[in-house]
């Protein structure tokens, strides 16, 4: 009798526990899965050409090619600085 209890105990304590961490899982899954927004795809593209650039030694190929690759994202010259504190912050 008491080994059925307690297996019967056990049961609905695991039971509980699903339903309490099945919806979160499940939303958090889902969250992982949802479409960028066109601001998170431009700071993804951003992001290594801000580093490079912030990074790199002045008057370097490397800082011209992050130069390069930024002011290509808005097709044309920008605030770097301005545009990389946003992308890194």
Known sequence: MKLAELQLGSIVRTLAVAAVVLPISLSYAASLNAPLT??????DK???P???WAFSEKNS???ETAEERIDD????KVNRKNVCEWVLD
């Open 73 to 76: 994202e808005f097709g044309g």
């Open 46 to 48: 951003l992001t290594i």
């Open 50 to 52: 801000c580093i490079s």
């Open 38 to 43: 066109d601001e998170e795809k431009l700071i």
């Open 61 to 63: 190929s490397v800082e």
